[in-house]
T-cell receptor, first 112, second 114 residues
């Protein structure tokens, strides 16, 4: 069963903040965040692991709540380049190995 | 370091025809994945290779799809015969390890079946 992302879409002005959530009904081992721009490859942002720490890359950070099986991606002081579709991919480990199950995506649009 | 490459970038075929997609992973990556995104829907897992062996092919839709990975290097995904519902973007990704390693995605092949 695929994770659920919220919101489905968000529109921001440059400099504003946003939070994207990813919730799963399954016990997760890892959460992978990607951003995809139209017609391009999904670009890896960060990975959150069970028992791991909150991750940060420049002004983008993410957390993983193991009790709730939920991850959140925080975009601070958004830039025009942040526009795109954000996907979370979840891994449950075990015999699923590296298989990722993706959410439906969150479309982020940043205006000047 | 070169990224994951896929060929062709676009393919338009008629229902009933055969199409073969190719993926070249990042050099040294033992793990290779195929995913598919049908328009408006989520990215869905198709299968996972470790070197030349199929580790998990639970996402393959049916026996019209055949994936191979020659010598643990590049991989091909053949659809024969293609149906309308096979249209979508087919992504390939590769990683060094499995559970905790980053999967690097290629740009995808957009397949349109008419």
């Amino acid at each position: 069963q695929q994770p659920v992302q919220s919101p489905q879409a968000v529109i921001l002005r440059e400099g504003e903040d946003a939070v994207i959530n990813c919730s799963s009904s399954k016990a997760l081992y890892s959460v992978h965040w990607y951003r995809q721009k139209h017609g391009e490859a999904p670009v890896f942002l960060m990975i959150l692991l069970k028992g791991g720490e909150q991750m940060r890359h420049e002004k983008i950070s993410a957390s993983f709540n193991e009790k709730k099986q939920q991850s959140s991606l925080y975009l601070t002081a958004s830039q025009l380049s942040y526009s795109g579709t954000y996907f979370c991919g979840t891994g449950i480990g075990g015999t699923s190995y590296g298989k990722l199950t993706f959410g439906q995506g969150t479309i982020l649009t940043v205006h000047p | 370091e070169a990224g994951v490459t896929q060929f062709p970038s676009h393919s338009v075929i008629e229902k009933g025809q055969t199409v073969t997609l190719r993926c070249d992973p990042i050099s040294g990556h033992d793990n290779l994945y195929w995913y598919r995104r049908v328009m408006g829907k989520e990215i869905k897992f198709l299968l996972h290779f470790v070197k030349e062996s199929k580790q998990d092919e639970s996402g393959m839709p049916n026996n019209r799809f055949l994936a191979e990975r020659t010598g643990g290097t590049y991989s091909t995904l053949k659809v024969q015969p293609a149906e309308l519902e096979d249209s979508g973007v087919y992504f390939c990704a590769s990683s060094q390890g499995t559970f905790t390693d980053t999967q690097y995605f290629g740009p995808g092949t957009r397949l349109t079946v008419l």
